[in-house]
């Protein structure tokens, strides 16, 4: 430990990174984030918050769950889905839908 580590709390480091502290305890938990137990609470060095964050993935966020590179999914066909004798509920083509106000004359 260097002489200027500064021993941070549960709750001090779920401040800076704007998390619950549930959130910090999963991290201690899992093994992501370093600290240390005395008694029932945790001591956590901000040298392992930095090195947290160093070891922590860069760029586009979700990149490596994957989550943003899958294409969405396309409506190519109409009927897929619908139960078999159900009516379409909007007219299909090009014909105009009827005004929802009666024209006054």
Do not use: C, N
Not at 31 to 57: F, H, N, Q, T, W
Not at 65 to 94: F, H, I, M, N, Y
Request: negative net charge; without cysteine.
């Amino acid at each position: 430990m260097a002489d200027d580590d500064e021993i941070l709390l549960v709750s001090q480091v779920a401040s800076e990174f704007a998390v619950t502290e549930q959130t910090v305890r999963a991290w201690l938990h899992s093994g992501k984030l370093k600290g240390r137990r005395v008694g029932k609470a945790y001591r956590i060095l901000r040298s392992d918050v930095l090195a947290m964050l160093e070891a922590a993935p860069t760029g586009e966020r979700g990149q490596h769950t994957g989550l943003w590179e899958r294409d969405a999914p396309t409506l190519d066909a109409p009927d897929e889905g619908r139960r078999s004798g159900q009516k379409q509920v909007w007219p299909s083509g090009d014909t105009p839908s009827p005004p929802l106000i009666p024209a006054q004359q």
